[in-house]
């Protein structure tokens, strides 16, 4: 719109300026200017500075005049040898540069964000040029731009009847479903833009993140080996990220009853991703399953040394379900001898020794982390520290309650979003990143309170134990006193004999 101003405002300062050199020229009558004499056929012309004026005009518009014909005759020419469309580009020429001129301030106006612009632009651009794989591309980007949705999938349907821009079509309407909510829809789309271009990283990524959601493993991981092939992904994370699709694939057929596939697919996981926690537990499981006790040794050990984790302790207990405490706490030498200095291994004794009723050596096993790492779990094996040697109420209480303040500890988080799960999953259920959960501790603002269900045993037992000691006056038999040894002389502001005590003498 200023743009516009200001050529208007050019346009008539230029015709006003020619208006006065003009009537300058004519006021003077050529005084003190420049003249010319022209003598043609014997005949002498003088030529003022008006004269001059006009003639130059007219030379110039000649001389056009006549590169346009010859270039006229030229495009005849080419026609007469043959070449049928030359008279078509030569009248053309004129509308291909207007309507690239439109297309060029098109794309300018997309580019800064001036939407209903570049749509009016685009739409002028194909009057010119009748090229809609261009003009469409910009019209359906600036109706994306100003949220005209309908109009945007109108154009991305009308770019699928062309082969060259087919995926687009396909890939804007993708991005259309996905925006409102209709993944199913556009899961079809993603498929048939990987069909017409697999290599493209961004449509692998989202059919790979939708067949994830829709837990169809199997295209999945498909879509993953396309991704290697490709080279959109290293090799190594390529096994990591297959292994995630594994688990995920056993654990639903865990979910059918599918045992024994179940633990091979997740025995399969544990190879290729043998730091993969959640794959570990569950090939340890599967080996437990088919009484391979020792492999299972072997791939719970083998993960304890990347990354101590309660579910792998979990794991190693099922491997001998039926052992006393004392047994379970020397079998579980082989896990903890790995990392004895970590904290999981630290909290992992002490709950072992709690279920030996070892109290002391818990405490010896836990050491220092009540001061220098005091998370929920942390305090609540204190606060059963605490009960097993006979401390008072008020101090597992006092524990208790700071377990129930304190964070978290480490937890299941997206590394994307930092968001917090309570179980592993392959994607994050608030971003729906795919393989972005890691073992960490999250910053103390996002980190939620310790569930009461984990201390729910110790805080029941606290509370009983304070109501027995509250209820038991009230439930003892009271004292029976002789009425006769009651001092009659006492005075009116001592305590009467209850009534209770009395009656009973009464009756005896």
């Excluded at 743009?3 to 004519?26: H, P, Q, R």
């Excluded at 999981?344 to 405490?363: D, G, H, I, M, S």
Aim: include cysteine.
């Amino acid at each position: 719109m200023l743009w516009s101003i200001i050529k208007i405002i050019i346009f008539v300062a230029l015709i006003a300026g020619l208006t006065f050199g003009a009537g300058y020229l004519i006021d003077s009558d050529g005084a003190g200017l420049a003249e010319a004499q022209l003598v043609i056929a014997e005949r002498e012309y003088i030529l003022g500075p008006i004269e001059l004026a006009l003639g130059a005009v007219l030379i110039v518009g000649l001389l056009y005049l006549t590169f346009k014909v010859a270039a006229l005759l030229v495009a005849v020419l080419k026609w007469i040898n043959g070449d049928e469309t030359a008279l078509s580009r030569y009248f053309d020429r004129n509308r291909e540069r207007k309507g690239f001129q439109a297309l060029s301030e098109g794309l300018m106006a997309l580019a800064s964000g001036e939407g209903r612009l570049a749509m009016a632009k685009a739409q002028k651009a194909d009057r010119y040029l009748h090229r809609p794989d261009l003009t469409n591309l910009i019209t359906a980007q600036a109706a994306e731009m100003v949220g005209d949705s309908k109009k945007a999938e109108e154009v991305y349907k009308r770019l699928l009847k062309d082969d060259t821009t087919r995926f687009v079509g396909v890939r804007g309407l993708m991005k259309q479903k996905l925006a409102k909510g209709d993944t199913e829809t556009a899961l079809k789309l993603a498929e048939r833009a990987f069909a017409i271009k697999p290599k493209h990283t961004e449509v692998q990524d989202t059919l790979l993140r939708l067949q994830a959601e829709s837990a169809d493993w199997d295209g999945a991981r498909k879509t993953l080996q396309a991704k290697l092939k490709h080279g959109a992904l290293p090799r190594d994370v390529f096994k990591r990220r297959d292994a995630v699709l594994a688990l995920s694939e056993a654990q639903d057929i865990a979910d059918d009853d599918a045992s024994g596939t179940a633990a091979e697919t997740a025995i399969k996981a544990n190879k290729a991703s043998p730091d993969l926690i959640p794959a570990a537990a569950a090939a340890a499981r599967g080996y437990i399953a088919q009484t391979r006790k020792r492999n299972a040794v072997r791939v719970l050990k083998k993960a304890w040394e990347v990354q101590p984790h309660p579910d792998l302790a979990a794991a190693f207990a099922e491997i001998e379900p039926e052992e006393s405490a004392d047994a379970r706490i020397k079998r579980f030498g082989a896990l903890t001898a790995i990392k004895p200095n970590h904290r999981e291994t630290r909290l992992l004794k002490a709950e072992l020794n709690l279920a030996a009723e070892n109290f002391p050596e818990a405490r010896r096993a836990l050491g220092d982390l009540v001061e220098t790492d005091p998370d929920a779990r942390v305090l609540a094996v204190m606060a059963a520290i605490e009960k097993g040697e006979g401390a008072a109420d008020p101090v597992v209480r006092g524990w208790l309650a700071k377990a129930l303040t304190a964070p978290r500890g480490p937890q299941w988080v997206c590394d994307s979003c930092n968001s917090i799960h309570g179980d592993w999953a392959p994607l994050c259920s608030n971003c729906g990143a795919f393989d972005t959960l890691s073992w960490t501790t999250p910053p103390q603002s996002d980190a939620a309170l310790a569930s009461g269900a984990d201390m729910l045993p110790l805080i029941v037992g606290a509370i009983e134990d304070q109501r027995e000691a509250e209820d038991a006056p009230a439930e003892a038999a009271p004292e029976v006193i002789d009425v006769s040894e009651v001092d009659p002389s006492a005075k009116p502001d001592q305590d009467p004999v209850p009534e209770a005590e009395v009656i009973s003498e009464k009756s005896g």
